[in-house]
């Protein structure tokens, strides 16, 4: 993947690919801790004057953030100063570590860009972190949407008893959840989709816009109130299990 436009006259900071433009401090962190892994990272500009950048990278379970300036003549990082940014990323790639404030070493493994492969038709997603006003750091962070999250509610077939009832759905990383109501604290189950073998529509139910989840022990059938909701759902199950299989 290329960073870099081959058009000479755009900006090349705006070609960079995990520059973020005016994400803040705080949704860099949301964003990174809820979606990246240790050592990803991220460009952003800094509200510390004009010029002013910070590098955003994430040291397990917390994020450091590093100041740049953008200068006439290039960027400066720490003691050291790059005339491009091209340069600026082959001495992350040779000298990949980071000393913190607390004198830890952190690598920096992996660019986090600010285009993301997800699905696209489907509402409710979140293609980063959606900040809210008046959130502080501390609450911020364990509440942020995760990628591709998707509520909403479904009709479901019982288990033994083959009624249909009426259930609030949550789709969070992956992990689906149903629950009685919008309004109820606990789920009445959570299931783990790294277990689901299939997605599809199901025309088997008298029901119309119907679809089911193929597991080992049980196959899940659900239907949405619309044909483009169902789609919506599927969209977004199929594309979280082909992101479990490419982490196998």
Same mark, same amino acid.
């Given at each position: 993947?290329?960073?870099?436009? *081959? ?7 705006? /070609? ?6 005016? #994400? ?10 809820? +979606?990246? /892994?240790?050592?990803?990272? #991220?460009?952003? +500009? ?7 950048? $910070? #590098?955003? &990278? =994430?040291?397990?379970?917390? &994020? ?36 913190? *404030? $607390? ?12 285009? &993301? ?7 409710? !997603? ?11 750091? +501390? *609450?911020?962070?364990? /509440? ?16 033994? !008893?083959?009624?249909?009832?009426? =259930? ?29 073998? $299939? &997605? ?7 029901? !119309? +816009? ?13 239907? $949405?109130?619309?044909? !483009?909701?169902? *789609? ?17």
């Amino acid at each position: 993947m290329s960073f870099y436009s *081959d058009d000479s006259s755009t900006d090349e900071l705006e /070609t960079l690919g995990w520059y973020h433009h005016d #994400l803040s401090r705080h949704a860099a962190e949301a964003l990174l801790l809820s +979606n990246g /892994t240790d050592g990803s990272y #991220l460009l952003r +500009n800094s509200n510390e004057g004009e010029g002013s950048l $910070a #590098l955003s &990278v =994430r040291a397990k379970d917390s &994020v450091k953030h590093f100041h740049v300036t953008r200068k006439d003549n290039g960027y400066s990082f720490g003691f050291n100063e790059y005339p491009t940014l091209q340069h600026f990323v082959i001495h992350f790639a040779n000298q990949p570590l980071l000393g913190s *404030d $607390a004198g830890t070493l952190m690598v920096l493994k992996s660019p986090y860009p600010w285009r &993301v492969e997800e699905p696209s038709i489907y509402e409710s !997603v979140r293609v980063h972190t959606a900040i809210q006003t008046g959130r502080t750091e +501390n *609450d911020l962070v364990p /509440t942020a949407p995760s990628l591709g999250t998707k509520e909403g509610y479904l009709t479901k077939q019982g288990a033994f !008893v083959k009624n249909w009832k009426q =259930r609030w759905f949550t789709l969070n990383r992956y992990e689906l959840k149903y629950f009685k109501d919008k309004g109820s604290e606990e789920p009445i189950r959570t299931v783990d989709l790294k277990a689901c073998s $299939a &997605v599809q529509f199901d025309y088997s139910q008298e029901r !119309v +816009n119907c679809f089911c989840l193929v597991f080992p022990e049980r196959t899940f059938y659900l239907c $949405a109130k619309t044909g !483009v909701e169902a *789609d919506e759902w599927i969209k977004i199950l199929r594309w979280k299990l082909s992101q479990i299989s490419k982490g196998r």
